[in-house]
């Protein structure tokens, strides 16, 4: 399958050099037996047409969906051609944008920062997963979807993030707004380097530690794969 990486953020500093980029994370996390293509989004890169791959990942970003920024409205329009037409799988921002492009709303949540592992309890089961009744993965996000699209159907998610996981009724798509390609070793690299500027100290503690609990990213990994051959067959 060929997978078109749609990346619409970077590790900061120095963290790209030690882990890689995100759309490297996902060719890790999704595995060999796939051809990836990256496009850098924020430079305004994007696919000429949905049918150039088989399937697109959209990546996670420091970006909200709601900034002027000039490449967030080509990358909803582009969301919107390629709906129906090619399989989509959206993560954080992925997971925010899509929503937003497809008629929900995204605003930056009053319950502050969801960091470290995150827990969602499996509300609805698709095909494609598992019988698993909660999954947790590292997250890290302020902003949330809080008016659902029309077609969207909550499979998971918390209190605090209800609607972790979507799926679409309508196209071959799904979203997750926690991040099941940060491994726990960036996901606490990424926490020390907001330290201090996002996270105060105990909240930062607590997230670094809620890291060596369990998680279910090779989980998450099955999922996303069990739904793009299925999605593609």
């Known amino acids: 399958m060929k997978i078109g990486l749609l990346e619409t953020g970077e590790p900061p500093g120095p963290l790209k050099a030690t882990y890689g980029g995100y759309g490297s994370m996902f060719e890790t996390l999704l595995g060999d037996g796939h051809a990836y293509r990256a496009y850098d989004v924020q430079r305004g890169e994007l696919p000429a047409h949905p049918a150039e791959n088989d399937a697109y990942v959209i990546t996670g970003s420091s970006a909200g969906v709601y900034d002027p920024l000039p490449w967030i409205e080509p990358l909803k329009a582009f969301l919107r051609s390629a709906r129906g037409e090619t399989p989509l799988v959206g993560v954080c921002f992925g997971h925010q944008i899509m929503a937003e492009a497809f008629g929900g709303k995204v605003e930056k949540s009053p319950k502050g920062w969801g960091v470290g592992l995150q827990a969602y309890a499996v509300a609805e089961r698709a095909v494609w997963m598992d019988d698993a009744a909660e999954v947790a993965v590292p997250g ?5 979807v809080v008016d659902l699209p029309p077609t969207a159907r909550v499979l998971a998610g918390s209190a605090f993030t209800p609607y972790g ?7 071959p798509a799904i979203s997750m707004q926690f991040h099941p390609e940060f491994a726990p070793d960036y996901a606490k690299a990424l926490i020390e380097a907001r330290r201090g500027t996002r996270y105060t100290d105990p909240q930062a503690d607590a997230a670094i530690a ?11 990994a099955d999922w996303i794969r069990r739904f793009l051959a299925q999605a593609s067959s």
């Not at 996981?165 to 196209?171: G, N, P, R, S, T």
């Not at 809620?210 to 998450?220: E, G, H, K, T, Y």
């Open 140 to 144: 890290s996000h302020q902003d949330q």
């Open 165 to 171: 996981i979507l799926a679409y009724d309508d196209a």
């Open 210 to 220: 809620s890291l060596d609990s369990p998680n279910d990213r090779a989980r998450m």
